[in-house]
């Protein structure tokens, strides 16, 4: 049974930091590669990062130069540095896992964490 559990998630005022960490068990971790979405009340679910299987790297643009994704296969664990949090960015964080490695739409994931929240206050 694969399992994506997501913690780091919490309060934090503008501007602040936090990293999520999303620990998975039931699969060859770095057979997989790893994405970060989130999904704000009443939005549709978005792409935030993600990491492939040999460190390759990509970030939503409205992300990139303050969040950080990160991978230690040693650990089954894939984390999300984000830095300079706004509050338009409280959502609950997913991890996803996906062993294609060629999308990084929320369709093309296959296995997802329950998520964990965070919250910006302004």
């Known amino acids: 049974q694969v399992q994506l559990v997501e913690s780091g998630g919490g309060l934090v005022q503008a501007g602040g930091s936090l990293r999520l960490s999303c620990a998975a068990s039931g699969l060859t971790f770095s057979n997989y590669a790893m994405g970060w979405f989130r999904q704000a009340p009443g939005k549709e679910r978005e792409f935030v990062a993600a990491i492939r299987r040999f460190g390759s790297i990509r970030y939503a643009d409205s992300v990139k130069g303050r969040f950080t994704i990160s991978r230690d296969n040693a650990k089954n664990t894939v984390y999300l540095q984000m830095n300079s949090l706004k509050p338009e960015e409280t959502a609950v964080y997913y991890c996803?896992?996906?062993?294609?490695?060629?999308?990084?739409?929320?369709?093309?994931?296959?296995?997802w964490g329950k998520g964990t929240l965070v919250s910006v206050s302004s």
């Open positions: 996803a896992a996906d062993n294609a490695g060629s999308s990084w739409s929320v369709s093309a994931m296959d296995y």
